[in-house]
């Protein structure tokens, strides 16, 4: 019921396009045409709801790969689902952004790193600025969680954010892998020392 609620107060426009991912829209759906599985649609807001736990049990659900994208990573619960996955045979890769990773005082990525998750640096923009965790984008039950929400204990416990979690379009899905990759290719791979953190 709460989740319903909150769809029904988003503005109108934001609401249609969400409503449009979880429905196929298409003119020939349901004349013949081949189903599309529906997507679903979860939205949270920090600090109200449990943000982190539900990345947490999306990272737990990950059978098979986990990309991410962060411009900070200081939260020690993401980190330890991360290489918990690691472990049960999960492949896990981890961009995030090189400022941050330089200057963030206690950030995650040297534990990453010593877990044997690769780590690569985006240098080339101003900030590499994307909060973004993809759970098996090659499979029908893949997961997409994006939004403002870095992975820090701030963005749960002190900052106003917003996630959204999709599951089950194989196109957004898609589409985010690919960007993930593009951003892979220029990213640099993480040293294996950092003044601050190591």
């Known amino acids: 019921m709460m989740r319903w609620r909150r769809l029904l107060l ?5 609401a249609t396009a969400l409503a449009a991912l979880a429905f196929d829209a298409r003119p020939d759906a349901g004349r013949g045409a081949a189903p599309v599985a529906r997507a679903a649609v979860e939205v949270r807001f920090a600090p109200w709801d449990d943000v982190e736990g539900a990345i947490l049990q999306v990272i737990r659900e990950a059978r098979r790969e986990i990309y991410v994208q962060a411009f900070l990573f200081t939260s020690r619960a993401l980190a330890r689902a991360l290489v918990e996955a690691r472990g049960r045979g999960v492949a896990v890769a981890v961009l995030a952004d090189a400022g941050q990773a ?6 995650q990525l040297p534990l990453l790193a010593a877990a044997d998750i690769p ?5 080339r923009y101003a900030a590499a600025h994307n909060k973004v965790i993809l759970a098996d984008p090659d499979e029908a039950d ?3 969680v994006t939004g403002s929400y870095n992975f820090t204990y701030s963005a749960q416990a002190r900052n106003a954010e917003n996630v959204v979690i999709l599951r089950g379009d194989a196109r957004v899905l898609r ?4 960007n993930w ?3 892979r290719l220029e990213a640099q791979p ?3 020392t950092t003044k601050a953190t190591d």
Not at 10 to 14: D, Q
Not at 102 to 107: F, M, Q, T, V
Not at 119 to 123: D, F, Q, S
Not at 175 to 178: F, G, I, L, N, Q
């Open 142 to 144: 893949g997961v997409v």
């Open 102 to 107: 330089e200057r963030a005082e206690n950030s």
């Open 190 to 192: 993480r040293p294996r």
């Open 10 to 14: 988003l503005p109108p426009l934001l």
């Open 175 to 178: 589409a985010y892998r690919d």
């Open 119 to 123: 780590v690569a640096l985006e240098t």
């Open 181 to 183: 990759w593009r951003h």
